[in-house]
């Protein structure tokens, strides 16, 4: 069952400007990873946060986690071109991932 | 980097035909994968989980002789839709997590590149 909803649905920037997504779920997590999906592709793994974490670096990549509020953000800085592609959460519970419906980046040269 | 290959990459197949599609992991172990189905400009639905040397486990609503799972090795899982019709026509894609890293959970997905079925 999808369990994550994402925010906003879609997003148009400027290549070097930063970009910012959101991802709310409902009940408990093992951890929450993000996930990006190029147009026609299977997923590629692209962080993961456990739920005892509050924020994680990856590269570009910068993922929040606040459990409390059973949300997460994810920042991708200086983007590119080739960020563009949509943009996936997935929370972990009983070793399954479920989706939210995802963020669609457009990265504009 | 754990590598999934899936195979076809995109399969046209009449109505009431059946379509297998191949998973495979190749340089990992997965006892469990997982196979997922989306809709145009949508998410990801989990269909079923497969497991190997016992029966997969399907979620609510998906119909197992229909999309039928095998999982005969520690590298490879099938699914067969049968009796294919238009509405079976999707993006499914599978996934694995390595054995060796995944057993307690907090490991990713790894993906295969997705089977473009259209039925018609």
């Known amino acids: 069952s999808q369990q994550g909803e994402e925010d906003p649905q879609a997003l148009s920037i400027q290549e070097g400007e930063n970009a910012t997504m959101n991802c709310s779920y409902k009940?408990?997590?093992?951890?929450l990873q993000w996930y990006r999906q190029n147009s026609g592709r299977g997923l590629v793994h692209l962080i993961l946060?456990?739920?005892?974490?509050r924020e994680k670096h990856s590269g570009r990549l910068r993922v929040t986690l606040d459990t409390s509020k059973k949300s997460s953000s994810l920042l991708i800085t200086a983007s590119r071109a080739a960020d563009t592609a949509s943009y996936f959460c997935?929370?972990?519970?009983?070793?399954?991932?479920?989706f939210g419906a995802g963020t669609t980046v457009t990265v504009r040269a | 980097g754990a590598v999934v290959s899936q195979h076809p990459s995109w399969v046209i197949c009449k109505s009431g035909t059946s379509v297998k599609i191949e998973c495979r992991s190749l340089?990992?172990?997965?006892?469990?994968m997982f196979w997922y189905r989306q809709f145009p400009k949508q998410s990801l639905m989990l269909m079923a989980t497969?497991?190997?040397?016992?029966?997969?486990?399907?979620e609510q609503g998906v119909e197992k002789d229909k999309f039928l799972i095998n999982h005969a090795s520690l590298t490879l899982s099938t699914l067969t839709v049968t009796s294919a019709h238009p509405e079976d026509s999707s993006f499914y894609i599978c996934?694995?997590?390595?054995?060796?890293?995944?057993?307690?959970?907090?490991?990713?997905?790894?993906f295969g590149n997705g089977t473009r079925l259209t039925v018609t």
């Open positions: 996934s694995a997590r390595d054995l060796q890293l995944g057993h307690t959970g907090n490991s990713p997905l790894h």
């Open positions: 497969s497991n190997e040397g016992s029966k997969a486990t399907y």
């Open positions: 946060i456990r739920s005892n974490e």
């Open positions: 009940t408990s997590i093992n951890n």
């Open positions: 340089d990992f172990q997965a006892t469990t």
């Open positions: 997935a929370t972990d519970a009983d070793y399954k991932l479920s």
